[in-house]
């Protein structure tokens, strides 16, 4: 599985943001589909999971501000950051979890300024 994603950018605090991460394959049987993200200097986090059972669960930080949903028919996943906050810059990582094996994608840089 390729994972590509994108729009990430640069935005103010209190602004909003939604990443896609596209899929080179169908995502309606993949177990996981899932967002990290990694601030210079610190380890990866999890932000938000998406399952194929529709179980979503998110980071404590983020709850109430993001929101992850998937498109079957278009093989995507997005984020919806909203209420973004300087301390959410980072890389953010598109992840899927299929046949026990965990795919990546290249990241996607999101810049808050304050």
């Known amino acids: 599985v390729q994972l590509q994603a994108s729009g990430g950018g640069l935005v103010q605090a209190g602004g909003s943001l939604r990443l896609s991460c596209a899929a080179s394959?169908?995502?309606?049987?993949?177990?996981?589909m899932a967002w990290y993200r990694q601030a210079p200097g610190m380890q990866r986090e999890l932000v938000a999971v998406?399952?194929?059972?529709?179980?979503?669960s998110y980071a404590d930080i983020v709850k109430g501000r993001f929101t992850i949903s998937r498109d079957n028919a278009k093989n995507t996943v997005y984020l919806q950051m909203n209420s973004l906050k300087p301390e959410d810059t980072a890389v953010y990582y598109c992840n899927a979890v299929w046949n026990a094996r965990a795919y990546w994608g290249q990241g996607t840089q999101v810049t808050v300024s304050s």
């Open positions: 998406d399952t194929s059972s529709s179980d979503i």
């Open positions: 394959r169908s995502i309606f049987s993949i177990n996981v």
